[in-house]
């Protein structure tokens, strides 16, 4: 079975910094990825995805991330973070034609400060 | 907008309680899920459905049941709740397999 880890359970950076989440899979094949965000008392929002194709991902609020087989990781970064970005993020894998339920790791805490 | 709508917010129930939490979704989506969340633990899995009348168990299934009676609509049921099922509950929907999860707002449920 597919399995997700994220090894830093709090990151804290202070704002205009850069940031990067790890995360590393345990698959096989190629796995489907993903990264979410979850605002306190929400749910989760999904900011990018990998499926196929360019391993550098863009998605929403200036976060990209890279695919890198070698490593079985999916790293997120982005440039520099904004208050706003404090969150939980939670990176998940599914798996290319098999089981599609995405599996999740246990998140990461970021905190900001000003 | 795509929506999955949890029923509620927050509920307070007592030990031994039936609890139903109530889960809809707008998008024709095949697939449902059920997931606990609880700090440190990340996002487990409660259980699944592919279909309508179809489920299956997840990671955590035990004191839990679902029911999928129509496709848009997938309900989690404690059979009477304890205090260990005390945490925030998150319902999502999917596609299929090349298609990413849309979650709901989720339900933090209180078991005194």
């Known amino acids: 079975a597919q399995s997700v880890t994220q090894p830093d359970i709090h990151i804290t950076v202070s704002e205009g910094a850069s940031l990067e989440l790890r995360c590393n899979y345990s698959?096989?094949?190629?796995?489907?990825l993903f990264w979410y965000v979850q605002s306190p008392g929400q749910g989760l929002q999904l900011l990018l995805k990998?499926?196929?194709?360019?391993?550098l991902v863009q998605g929403i609020k200036g976060f990209e991330a890279e695919f890198k087989r070698s490593q079985s990781s999916f790293n997120l970064r982005k440039p520099s973070v904004h208050w706003s970005d404090a969150a939980e993020y939670f990176c998940?894998?599914?798996?290319?034609?098999?089981?599609?339920?995405?599996?999740f790791g246990r998140g990461t805490s970021l905190i900001v400060h000003p | 907008d795509v929506k999955v709508t949890q029923s509620s917010r927050y509920l307070v129930k007592r030990t031994g309680e039936k609890v139903f939490l109530e889960c809809v979704q707008d998008?024709?989506?095949?697939?449902m899920f059920w997931y606990r969340q609880d700090p440190g633990l990340g996002l487990r899995l409660i259980y699944f459905?592919?279909?309508?009348?179809?489920?299956e168990k997840g990671d955590i299934p035990e004191g839990y049941s679902v029911s999928r009676e129509k496709k848009e609509r997938f309900s989690l049921i404690l059979e009477s709740a304890s205090t260990n099922q005390t945490s925030m509950y998150l319902c999502?929907?999917?596609?299929?397999?090349?298609?990413?999860?849309?979650f709901g707002q989720g339900t933090r449920l209180t078991v005194v």
């Open positions: 990998y499926f196929s194709g360019d391993t």
């Open positions: 459905s592919y279909d309508v009348k179809m489920k």
């Open positions: 998008m024709d989506h095949e697939n």
């Open positions: 998940a894998v599914g798996v290319a034609g098999g089981s599609y339920i995405p599996t």
């Open positions: 999502a929907s999917m596609g299929g397999a090349t298609t990413e999860a849309f």
């Open positions: 698959y096989g094949a190629t796995p489907y």
